[in-house]
């Protein structure tokens, strides 16, 4: 313990926050990644948890639910947190607290254990981004925030998009508690290297009042809301007096708390930094990149195991390609603006590559193969990794340091809103485009190409020595089966280039953020 001590007194000096920053950078960074990577590591092992913990499919669904509505709302305190607890210690006890909570989940024996765990997981997880992102800020000077965004960007990116990957090779090679024990020794990587290196914020305030009742505004309105987004489709959105009853709360409730926060002399959360337009700009544009980001990699998933037959584990290697490229694609951007592109060039030309890929996308068909989806998979995470940091630094670049804890915060909730508010309209939208495509093929049955194709149907069970009457009644099931198919692959199709065109949508947004270097007042922490 005594060789220790030493090293943690040093870490608080600013030659060597200096000289540790990059250590600092990828032990933030993992701890981001494990919480991301808990995001979607457990709808691979849905099926098995339902036989083990005896829960329905409906059930079984709080099990994401608890976790991502924990996440939400402590996003936007994590800068109220970070001064209560002090950054350091806070983080420190985030990472803890999600590795306890890990440990319980894979030992859960009921759903109501396991949903509770999961929340506790969720309230560890959700502090860890915004409060990476503040420590990036910290530890590196403004010359250089450019690669320490492209070094957070890359878990940020990293981790939902391998959730699928990594829970689909545990799950089929082990069994699903281990997609919980894989974040013990991460976890612990994390924990220690934080403790050996992470400092404490300089930028600290002094937490004279906590506002109770401004906390459990924000709790329940923005609980609400995630419960609205995550039960919305599959409950019908307003035909469902819960629905209606998740929006009365989130609107009224959110209201009042951005009312009070407003108004009040200690808020948790300092709403006044979206008074800057080049930040109220960049929360418009990170919503926008987390709905394509999260939808495009919920809708691929779904597309490639219902409609291609492709097991969890050969859809998570598909994906891989894409997170890496993202990964590598980011490192490159923070060079190009270092050495003086425009962020909002490189912004533009990511937008447009994202375009690009779901145009390259919206070609898939029934028909597809491996090798068919492995470009425009890449081409995405291109995409993707360009406008992630230059994004980010444009985002912050007016605030002063004293605003970074609240801004940051509410960055990271937009994006995660936005992730959320595209699933939910990706799922809302295939059922509906699925069922316009679904009618527009049954009124075409009746054409001379669709009469030869039931003909050939018929033809081929009556060869295989099935009785003509059940041969015609099987033809025609099968005939559906072949429209409904297509019906979901086209409403996919469609789905592809709406977010695709949705990017774009923001890009005159740009033109709110003129400032295209990071406050230099970064450097005056040092």
Same mark, same amino acid.
């Given at each position: 313990?005594?060789?220790?001590?030493? /090293?943690?007194?040093?870490?608080?000096?600013?030659?060597?926050? =200096?000289? =540790?920053?990059? $250590?600092?950078?990828?032990?933030?960074?993992?701890?981001?990644?494990?919480?991301?990577?808990?995001?979607?590591?457990?709808?691979?092992?849905?099926? =098995?948890?339902?036989?083990?913990?005896?829960?329905?499919?409906?059930?079984?669904?709080?099990?994401?639910?608890?976790?991502?509505?924990?996440?939400?709302?402590?996003?936007?305190?994590?800068?109220?947190?970070?001064?209560?607890?002090? +950054?350091?210690?806070?983080?420190?006890? /985030? $990472?803890?607290?999600?590795?306890?909570?890990?440990?319980?989940?894979?030992?859960?024996?009921?759903?109501?254990?396991?949903?509770?765990? +999961?929340?506790?997981?969720?309230?560890?997880?959700?502090?860890?981004?915004?409060?990476?992102?503040?420590?990036?800020?910290?530890?590196?000077? &403004?010359?250089?925030?450019?690669?320490?965004? &492209?070094?957070?960007?890359?878990? %940020?990116?990293?981790?939902?998009?391998?959730?699928?990957?990594?829970?689909?090779?545990?799950?089929?090679?082990?069994?699903?508690?281990?997609?919980?024990?894989?974040?013990?020794?991460?976890?612990?990587?994390?924990?220690?290297?934080?403790?050996?290196?992470?400092?404490?914020?300089?930028?600290?305030?002094?937490?004279?009042?906590?506002?109770?009742?401004?906390?459990?505004?924000?709790?329940?309105?923005?609980?609400?809301?995630?419960?609205?987004?995550?039960?919305?489709?599959?409950?019908?959105?307003?035909?469902?007096?819960?629905?209606?009853?998740?929006?009365?709360?989130?609107?009224?409730? $959110?209201?009042?708390?951005?009312? +009070?926060?407003?108004?009040?002399?200690?808020?948790?959360?300092?709403?006044?930094?979206?008074?800057?337009?080049?930040?109220?700009?960049?929360?418009?544009?990170?919503?926008?990149?987390?709905?394509?980001?999260?939808? !495009?990699?919920?809708?691929?998933?779904?597309?490639?195991?219902?409609?291609?037959?492709?097991?969890?584990?050969?859809?998570?290697?598909?994906?891989?390609?894409?997170?890496?490229?993202?990964?590598?694609?980011?490192?490159?951007?923070?060079?190009?603006?270092?050495?003086?592109?425009?962020?909002?060039?490189?912004?533009?030309?990511?937008?447009?590559?994202?375009?690009?890929? @779901?145009?390259?996308?919206?070609?898939?068909?029934?028909?597809?193969?491996?090798?068919?989806?492995?470009?425009?998979?890449?081409?995405?995470?291109?995409?993707?990794?360009?406008?992630?940091?230059?994004?980010?630094?444009?985002?912050?670049?007016?605030?002063?340091?004293?605003?970074?804890? /609240?801004?940051?915060?509410?960055?990271?909730?937009?994006?995660?809103?936005?992730?959320?508010?595209?699933?939910?309209?990706?799922?809302?939208?295939?059922?509906?485009?699925?069922? %316009?495509? !679904?009618?527009?093929?049954?009124?075409?049955?009746?054409?001379?190409?669709?009469?030869?194709?039931?003909?050939?149907?018929?033809?081929?069970?009556?060869?295989?020595?099935?009785? &003509?009457?059940?041969?015609?009644?099987? &033809?025609?099931?099968?005939?559906?089966?072949?429209?409904?198919?297509?019906?979901?692959?086209?409403?996919?199709? =469609?789905?592809?280039?709406?977010?695709?065109?949705? @990017?774009? /949508?923001?890009?005159?947004?740009?033109?709110?953020?003129?400032?295209?270097?990071?406050?230099?007042?970064?450097?005056?922490?040092?």
């Amino acid at each position: 313990m005594k060789s220790i001590l030493p /090293s943690l007194s040093r870490s608080t000096d600013d030659t060597s926050i =200096h000289q =540790h920053r990059y $250590i600092i950078a990828m032990t933030v960074t993992l701890a981001c990644v494990l919480e991301l990577l808990d995001t979607s590591i457990v709808n691979v092992a849905i099926p =098995h948890m339902m036989g083990s913990l005896g829960a329905t499919l409906d059930e079984i669904t709080w099990v994401s639910i608890g976790y991502v509505v924990a996440n939400v709302i402590v996003l936007p305190i994590s800068g109220f947190l970070g001064n209560l607890f002090g +950054r350091r210690n806070y983080l420190v006890l /985030s $990472i803890a607290l999600f590795i306890v909570a890990s440990i319980a989940c894979g030992n859960s024996t009921s759903l109501p254990e396991m949903v509770f765990w +999961r929340i506790v997981q969720g309230l560890g997880g959700g502090g860890l981004i915004a409060t990476a992102q503040m420590t990036l800020f910290e530890v590196f000077p &403004a010359k250089e925030m450019g690669t320490a965004m &492209a070094i957070f960007g890359m878990g %940020i990116m990293l981790g939902p998009m391998l959730g699928p990957t990594v829970g689909g090779w545990l799950t089929d090679q082990y069994s699903w508690p281990w997609i919980f024990y894989i974040n013990l020794p991460l976890g612990l990587a994390a924990l220690l290297l934080t403790l050996l290196y992470v400092p404490d914020s300089k930028l600290r305030k002094a937490v004279t009042h906590i506002d109770f009742f401004g906390l459990l505004l924000m709790a329940s309105g923005i609980g609400a809301l995630q419960l609205l987004l995550e039960r919305g489709e599959k409950l019908e959105w307003f035909d469902s007096w819960e629905i209606v009853t998740y929006t009365v709360l989130s609107i009224g409730a $959110i209201g009042a708390f951005i009312i +009070r926060q407003l108004e009040h002399d200690h808020p948790l959360v300092d709403l006044r930094v979206c008074k800057d337009g080049q930040f109220s700009a960049g929360l418009a544009i990170t919503f926008l990149l987390g709905a394509s980001l999260f939808s !495009t990699v919920f809708i691929f998933p779904v597309y490639a195991q219902t409609l291609m037959g492709y097991t969890a584990w050969q859809t998570g290697l598909l994906i891989l390609p894409s997170a890496l490229a993202s990964g590598l694609t980011m490192p490159i951007s923070a060079k190009l603006v270092d050495r003086g592109m425009p962020p909002r060039l490189l912004i533009t030309l990511g937008a447009s590559i994202f375009l690009y890929s @779901m145009w390259m996308h919206h070609h898939f068909t029934t028909q597809s193969g491996i090798s068919d989806f492995m470009l425009p998979l890449i081409v995405r995470g291109i995409g993707l990794g360009m406008i992630f940091m230059p994004l980010n630094s444009l985002s912050m670049a007016n605030l002063a340091p004293s605003q970074i804890g /609240s801004a940051t915060g509410l960055y990271n909730l937009t994006r995660q809103l936005g992730g959320s508010v595209g699933i939910a309209l990706s799922a809302t939208f295939a059922t509906k485009f699925a069922h %316009i495509n !679904t009618d527009v093929l049954l009124e075409n049955l009746g054409s001379d190409t669709a009469m030869e194709r039931l003909a050939g149907l018929k033809n081929m069970l009556l060869g295989s020595g099935t009785p &003509a009457a059940a041969a015609e009644q099987a &033809a025609n099931a099968l005939m559906m089966q072949i429209v409904n198919k297509q019906a979901l692959m086209l409403a996919y199709e =469609h789905l592809f280039m709406l977010f695709g065109f949705a @990017m774009i /949508s923001v890009l005159p947004l740009l033109a709110f953020m003129k400032k295209t270097k990071v406050k230099a007042s970064a450097d005056a922490l040092h």
